[in-house]
C-alpha cells in the first residue's frame, strides 16, 4: 500500500514515538514494513508531496466548471463533466486531472447516513423469494423458488419451497412459515410483488386486495418496502445470500419437494442453535422462544389460503355471489355482509372468522344450494324459511339419486303426493 489515510498516518507517528517498532506497526495497520520506513522518513522529514504543488490542467477552466456544478441537481457525474469539457471547450487532459481539480477545490459531498433500527419482539418479519433454477428433484433439474421469512427481533428464519410465485403460493408459503415460527408478527415487511402490491410501491402502493383480506385474518399489517432500496429488508435480503452459500439445494438429490422442504428445515433448526442473535446475544433458538411468546397465535385449525376474497351480502334467498355463481349459506345471515373466499377447489364463506359455509368451485353449475342452509328455527333478527313440504323432500330425495336409479315408482309416488 503506497498511500495511507491522514488516520493511519497520525497512528504511525503516535506509534513510532511510543518506541514501537516498525514491523510492528506494519502488522498492525496492515501494510507492508517498507511503507512504515516511507512513511516515518516523510514525517520526521517534514517533506512535501510535490504532486500538491502542481497546477492543475483543469483549473482554466474554474469558470466553466462552476457554471457547470450549478447547474446540476443531486450527485455530480464527473465523467460527464470531463465529457462535457472535452466537447465544448476541446479539454486535452484526463478524466483523472478533472477528479483531482474537483476533489481539491469543492468540498466532499454530505454522507447519507442510514438509521439502524433493532425492531422489538414480534413486531416484524421480513419476506422475500429466491430464485433457485435446476434443482435435482424427482431424478429431473426443477425450477424452484424459496420464500424466506425471518423475524427481525430474533432472525429466527423460515424457508419454504415453491414451483410457483402464484397468490395460492404466496399465501400458502406464508401459512407455512407462520406455522414454523410459531405465530403472526405485528407486521410483515414485504417487496412489491404484483400478489403483494398491485400498483405503485412502498407506503404509496396499492396493497393486493386479496393479500389485505389474508393479512386481516392474520392480524397483522403489511409494510411494503420502498422501491430500489434493498437495505430496507437487509435481514431477509442477508438471510438469502446466506442460503446461496451455506444452504443451497445444488449438489442434493431429492425424491420430491417434500424430502427438500425436510432437508431445509433440518438445517436451519440447527443452524439457530449455533447462531448468536445480535439484538440479546444468547443464540436464535433461545431469542426465538422468548419472542414466539409475543408472537399472534395462529388459528385452530388454520384455515386454507385464498387467491381471491370479496366482501357479498346475503340475499333474501339465502345466496351470495362470487365469480359469476350463487352459493348458499345459512339463513340466518341474510342481509349481513360476508366473506367469500376462493380456495383450492372450494368456495368458503366466512362471517366473524368462522367459516360458515363451503362448496365446490369452478363447477358448470351457476347456483350451488344445500337445503340444510335453509334449516333451523327463526332468529329475532331472520324468520326461518317455510319448510319443504312432502312435494319439496320428495323431489330432493329424487335429485339425489342418480338418473339410472331413478324407478318409475318413485315418478308414480310424486304423482300421488301432487294429489
Known amino acids: 500500500m503506497s498511500r495511507l489515510e491522514a ?28 511503507t512504515v520506513r516511507y512513511h516515518l522518513k516523510r514525517i520526521e522529514g517534514a517533506i512535501v508531496d510535490g504532486r500538491s504543488r502542481q497546477a492543475l490542467k483543469a483549473a482554466a477552466l474554474s469558470e466553466v466548471i462552476d457554471a457547470w456544478r450549478e447547474r446540476q441537481a443531486g450527485r455530480v457525474n464527473l465523467v460527464a463533466l470531463h465529457q462535457f469539457l472535452q466537447t465544448e471547450y476541446g479539454y486535452a487532459g484526463s478524466l483523472k486531472s478533472v477528479q483531482r481539480y474537483y476533489k481539491r477545490t ?17 413486531a416484524q ?14 431424478g429431473a433439474p426443477t425450477d424452484l423458488l424459496a420464500l424466506h421469512m425471518v423475524l427481525s427481533f430474533s432472525r429466527m428464519e423460515a424457508i419454504i419451497w415453491s414451483p410457483s410465485k402464484t397468490m395460492l403460493s404466496w399465501l400458502s408459503c406464508h401459512s407455512r412459515a407462520f406455522e414454523r415460527l410459531g405465530g403472526v408478527p405485528a407486521t410483515v415487511r414485504v417487496d412489491n410483488e404484483k400478489t403483494a402490491v398491485v400498483r405503485g410501491a412502498g407506503a ?13 385474518a392474520l392480524k397483522f399489517h403489511v409494510d411494503a418496502c420502498p422501491p430500489r432500496q434493498p437495505r430496507c429488508k437487509g435481514k431477509v435480503e442477508r438471510k438469502i445470500a446466506d442460503q446461496r452459500l451455506s444452504l443451497s439445494p445444488y449438489g442434493e438429490h431429492f425424491a420430491d419437494v417434500a424430502a427438500l422442504q425436510a432437508w ?14 445480535p439484538a440479546t446475544g444468547s443464540s436464535v433458538e433461545d431469542a426465538w422462544r422468548a419472542e414466539r411468546d409475543v408472537l399472534t397465535p395462529l388459528p385452530d385449525p388454520l384455515f386454507e389460503p385464498f387467491d381471491a376474497a370479496v366482501l357479498a351480502r346475503v340475499g333474501t334467498d339465502g ?6 355463481r350463487q352459493y348458499s349459506v ?3 345471515f341474510v342481509g349481513q355482509t360476508v366473506e367469500v373466499r376462493g380456495v383450492a377447489g372450494a368456495v368458503e364463506v366466512w362471517k366473524g372468522g368462522e367459516r360458515i359455509a363451503r362448496h365446490d368451485r369452478h363447477t358448470s353449475r351457476r347456483v350451488l344450494l344445500l337445503q340444510s342452509h335453509y334449516d333451523g328455527p327463526s332468529t329475532p333478527e331472520v324468520i326461518a324459511p317455510p319448510p319443504l313440504g312432502r312435494m319439496g323432500a320428495r323431489i330432493q330425495e329424487l335429485a339425489a339419486l342418480p338418473a339410472p336409479m331413478r324407478s318409475i315408482e318413485f315418478y308414480a309416488a310424486l304423482a300421488e303426493v301432487a294429489r
Open 330 to 332: 345459512p339463513f340466518r
Open 125 to 138: 418479519a421480513q419476506v422475500d423469494w429466491a430464485h433457485f433454477p435446476g434443482v435435482w428433484v424427482d
Open 264 to 277: 431445509t428445515d433440518q438445517r436451519l433448526e440447527a443452524r439457530a442453535i449455533r447462531r448468536i442473535c
Open 319 to 324: 345466496l351470495v355471489a362470487f365469480e359469476g
Open 204 to 216: 404509496w402502493g396499492v396493497i393486493n386486495p386479496t393479500y389485505r383480506r389474508y393479512a386481516n
Open 106 to 122: 469543492y468540498p466532499a459531498p454530505a454522507i447519507r447516513v442510514r438509521r439502524r433500527v433493532e425492531t422489538p419482539a414480534g
Open 7 to 34: 488516520e493511519a498516518r497520525s497512528a504511525m507517528r503516535a506509534l513510532s514515538a511510543r518506541g514501537t517498532s516498525k514491523s510492528e506497526i506494519a502488522r498492525l495497520l496492515q501494510v507492508s514494513e517498507g
